[in-house]
């Protein structure tokens, strides 16, 4: 009987030592992304009289199988260059999101637009946001 108590106690033991660690969820992480955007140079001058621009700016979200979600996106609608602030009055953008590090990434784009008297061209650019990078800054000369 004596035998019979102590298997019982040390079986016990052994099964409340054996417990599953639990599994504790991932907290999301809050990230700032802050755009800065300005004139590059000085419009002023009678070659860019008819010159106007468009901006596009966009954040969203990539999850671990690919899909693409977005977040939050503007558009400076089209104006004449000159009507862009200089650098010393550029406009700041400062967005947060909460996302989950392991899971998913911040991807940071903007698409320039530009019409110098009909003549029309295009560039843009993206990057993420790293992991572990609770801001990021983008510039975005106009």
Known sequence: MRFTFSFVGLASILLI????DEVVPELPVEKTVTYTVYAEKDYSGSFYN???????????KITGNGTTQVLWDTVFAWRNLVDYPAFQNRVILQKKFSILDSKEKLQVSYIRKYDQNGALSLTGTGEPVANGNTSFSYDVPM
């Open 17 to 20: 030592s054996c417990q599953k």
């Open 50 to 60: 008819n010159a106007k621009g468009q901006l596009e700016l966009t954040i969203a």
